[in-house]
Structure formats: C-alpha cells, structure tokens
C-alpha cells in the first residue's frame, strides 16, 4: 500500500478525520479537545502509523495557527480588568520567570548548560496554558470567580511576556553585543505599553474602509485576516517577531467598534488553524525517544508540574492572596504551555538548544499539558480533603 502523505487531499481528509475523532473522544473522557489532536497528530506521525511524513505545510498552518491565536487573544483582552490587576498578575508573571529562570541558572551550573539554553529552558517552564487554563476554569464553573480572574489575568500577562522572550532569544542567539536589538527590545515593549495605555484611556486607532469590511458577511473574516497577517509581515519585515505584530492587530481591532462582528467570524478559522497547531506537535513526539529516555522524562514532568504548583503557591502567597486562593490559582498554571513549545522550536531554529533537547522539551510540555485536567482533579480533592481533616481536628 502506498504511504499517503498530507500534500494530498486524501492526507488532508485522514488528518482531519483523526483529529475529529479523537477530539470527540477526549470531550466524552471529560477532557479537553485539543489533547485528542495532540494523539491524532501522534498517531499520524512517523514514529506510530507513518500517514504524514512530509510536515512542511503542516508547519506553515501552523504557525498561522498560532499567529491567529495571538491575535485573538489581542481582541479578547479587557484592557480595563487587565489594568486593574496589573499590578498583581505582571509582579506575578515577572517573579515566576525570574524563579524559573533561577533554577534553570542553577542546574546549568550542575549539567554545564549555556547561558541561551538555561534562559530559555527557565522561559519553558515559566509559562502556563491559556487554552486549558480557560478551558478547565470554564468547565469548573470559576471563570467568573475571583481564582479564574486573577488565573486569567496571570495567563494574559504570561501571553504579553511570550514575545519579549522572543526578542531576548533572539539577542542572545547572535551574541551579547547586539546593541540594536536590546533596543528593539526596549522600543517593542515600550510601544505595547503606550498602546495598551491609550486605548485603556478611550482612545481609538481609525482602520481605513474598516466600516465597509464589517458590512459584508464574505468580506469580514478575510478583512480580519489580512489585518492579523498584514501585521505579522510588517513585524517581521521590520525585525520584530511576527507573533507581536498580529498581537498588536488583534489589541487595535479588539478595541474598535466592529470588535464583536470581527471576533464571531474569526472563531471557527481560529479553531480550524489551532486544531492544524496541536496536530503538529502532535507529529513532532517521537515514541522512540520517550520510551529510551522514559525514566528522564517521567522525573522531569513531575519535578515540573510540582515545581509550579509550589511555585506559584508560593509567589501568590506572598504577592497577598490565602494559602486557598494561592494553591487554586497555582493549580491551573501547573503545566508548560504551548508557547513553550514555540520557544524552544525558536531555540532550536536559532542554534541555542540542540536536536536531543527539543524532542525532551516537546515530550514533557505534551505530556503536560495532557494529564493537567487530570493534575487539576486530583489536586483539588487532596487540597478538600487536608481541609477537612483539618476541620475535624479543629472539632476534636
């Protein structure tokens, strides 16, 4: 039988069957869709039933998967609430990284990693998942409730700090004396801060022809589409990473009346194009790899998702919060996101990390992201059941 690849149409049909299929059956098992694109996308993949092994265009989709979740993100964020927690979520965000980042600095010492590699190994694990982290304070029925604003305010604040951390890599990828791009740097996030402050204060940036985009049903998700791409080449033609372009769209268009119109005809492309993204890491897990280096990545997935859950408990602890609230919100920060994933993908694109270390990063961060439904529970039950001991010995 002749091996089907995904150039082809029956390629594309087998993929998106299998990720429907598994997605459905992550959605009975109570867990998220996008853990059953991640198992279609390893089923699919070379090292299981050997269906798609040209990933080029997959790649592509991809990464406009990920520049439209940027994007939406950019639209959805209610830059009032996000400043009226600023102060809380960005300490928040910054002393998660820098205790990250301080562990990994440690550990380069003990395993002799580089100056890049511990950066951004300390990035890897500093960043939590925005979709489950909503996903599962939805299903929980908190969205709405103090633990889920201040979990999502922390997951935003984490999503802005995703393209600084691009930047930084890039620095530190072609040497310590590259002046220009610290002041890239410095002028990318001193443009995202005056742009979040003026349209906080009502300001509003005047799109042209936006008004006769919006008046056409065929015409609105593409004018949506072009802004967020359109802003991406630009970033990056400049420079910039194209991540913090279709960023800035999605903050400019998300604060402009055509917001709601813009956002409902965009969400089925988003959903599209980001079941594409989790397929492709999907297809990036080697079963070799993991099975050959199983007792390193079972060790390193558990130090991680204690390390978080402690960490964060820790950090929001100490930032005012009760042990209660500390260790809810910490809970659904517990895993490595999929911006994790891009960083590292960066690293090994920008020769910081090596092949070895991408398929142990992507191997913890699926394996992660995976079993936090599962982590969320049983942490939860742990968590209820110490308070009820503790209350029965209050009693006794």
Known sequence: ???????????????????????????????????????????LGPTALGL???REQIDIIAELGVLMLLFVIGMELS????????KFVLLATALQILAAGGITLLLSNVFGWGLGMAVLLGFVVALSSTA???????????LKTRTGLLSVGILIAQDLAFVPMLLVLGVISVGEADYRGL????????MLGWLMWYLAKGGRIQIP???????????????????????????GVLGLSPAYGAFLAGLVLGNSGERPTFIGSIRPIQSILMMVFFVSIGLLIDLQFIWANIGTVLVLLFLVTIFKTAMNTAIVR?????????????????QIGEFSFLLSKTGLETGIIGGDTMRLVVAVT???????????????????????????????
């Open 1 to 43: 039988m002749e091996t089907v690849t995904h150039s082809g149409l029956t390629g594309i049909a087998i993929l998106v069957l299998a990720a429907l299929m598994c997605g459905m059956a992550m959605e009975r098992m109570k867990q998220p869709a996008f853990v059953g694109y991640i198992l279609a996308g390893l089923l």
């Open 52 to 54: 798609v092994e040209d």
């Open 79 to 86: 830059i009032r609430l996000f400043l009226r927690l600023w």
């Open 132 to 142: 489950i982290g909503i996903k599962m304070l939805e299903e929980t029925g908190e």
């Open 183 to 190: 002041l890239v740097l410095l002028g990318s996030v001193l």
């Open 209 to 235: 022809f936006l008004k006769n985009i919006v008046q056409n049903m065929d015409l609105t998700p593409l004018g949506a589409l072009a802004f967020c791409f359109g802003a991406a080449a630009v970033s």
């Open 318 to 334: 100490m930032l005012g919060q009760s042990w209660r609230q500390a260790f809810l919100v910490s809970v659904m920060l517990a």
């Open 366 to 396: 699926v394996l992660s992201l995976a079993i936090s439904p599962l982590w969320v529970v049983t942490a939860r039950r742990l968590h209820n059941l110490t308070a009820n001991v503790t209350a029965l010995g209050d009693l006794l």
